[in-house]
Structure formats: C-alpha cells, structure tokens
C-alpha cells in the first residue's frame, strides 16, 4: 500500500503561482510513475504532468508546457507541482497519483484560480 498527501491548494489570481505538495509513504519501492491529476467541474480527469523513474522522463499536458513544472525530493518521497503563470482554466481539484505495482490516488486538493 502506498498513501499518497496532497498539500498547497489555494485560491490565486490569475498570473499568480502555487506549488503542491505530495507526500509518499508506505511501499513506494513498488512506484515507477508518479503523477499530478485534475478534475474540473464538469470534466474528466486529465493527466497534467508525470515523472516516470524507469526511463527517467517526464511529461506534460500541452496546456501546461511552459508553465507548470513536475520535481521529486527523493529524501523525502516528496513529488512537487510548481504551477506558474495559472490561468481560470487551471481551476480544478489536483489529485496525485503513483503507479506501479497497484495504483494509488491522494485524497485531492482545491486549486481556484480567478480572473
């Protein structure tokens, strides 16, 4: 079992910047790609940004290149999203997620942006 914390939500106006936080715990041996997710109201949930640790890529939803970056802190199992330059349409609940032998879903954080 892997438990996966989200932190770092928020509301910002647009042009502004937040990063989250996803704190691993639990059999994160087991993980090969760890991710970040969201859901608009309304919308399925989209893959935003993912690193994988195999190949050693990572990559990005088109709407979000340029501006958002995905990082790890492997001392503290801890994955980042630094979201810059955010926009209305990032509006949404940020979800991380880890895939590997199982996969796992943190419990979501609230991101607002306004216009």
């Known amino acids: 079992q892997v438990h996966l914390v989200e932190s770092g939500g928020g509301l910002v106006q647009a042009g502004g910047s937040l990063k989250l936080s996803c704190a691993a715990s639990g059999s994160i041996f087991s993980i090969d790609v760890m991710g970040w997710y969201r859901q608009a109201p309304g919308k399925q949930r989209e893959l935003v940004a993912a690193?994988?640790?195999?190949?050693?890529?990572?990559n990005y939803t088109d709407s979000v290149k340029g501006r958002f970056t995905i990082s790890r802190d492997n001392a503290k199992n801890t994955v980042y999203l630094q979201m810059n330059s955010l926009k209305p349409e990032d509006t949404g609940v940020y979800y991380c997620?880890?895939?590997?032998?199982?996969?796992?879903w943190g419990q979501g954080t609230q991101v607002t942006v306004s216009s």
């Open positions: 997620n880890a895939a590997g032998l199982g996969e796992y």
């Open positions: 690193f994988t640790k195999s190949t050693g890529s990572t």
